[in-house]
């Protein structure tokens, strides 16, 4: 089981909540030029890989992009357990039924 905090291109309703992902890291992650937030309040947990998640564009076999640069990792995993310390984060079971 694995916990992913989603990547949008919704500007998120709190932005206390989220982490606009930089367009440096976009490009090195292969994701499109528009903005995009990692939601920290609303998280999903399911079994990795997810009966929702398709695979790396040209890359059958691979469902992730990459790494995270540490600086950004360590800003998303220390506001999540501080929301969830809060209250104030979810986690969701995305599990197929």
């Known amino acids: 089981m694995v916990t992913v905090a989603p990547i949008t291109h ?4 709190s932005p206390e909540n989220a982490i606009e992902i930089p367009p440096k890291v976009k490009q090195y992650l292969g994701l499109d030029d528009g903005r995009s937030w ?6 999903n947990e ?3 890989p997810g009966f929702d998640l398709r695979p790396v564009p040209g890359k059958r076999d691979r469902y ?3 790494y995270l640069p540490p600086a950004l990792f360590t800003r ?3 506001r999540v357990l501080e929301l969830r310390r809060a ?3 979810v986690s969701l079971s ?4």
């Open 64 to 66: 992730d992009y990459g």
């Open 38 to 43: 990692i939601i920290l309040d609303e998280l």
């Open 10 to 13: 919704t500007s998120p309703r």
């Open 76 to 78: 998303i995993v220390s």
């Open 94 to 97: 995305r599990e197929a039924d």
């Open 46 to 48: 399911f079994a990795w």
């Open 87 to 89: 209250g104030k984060a």
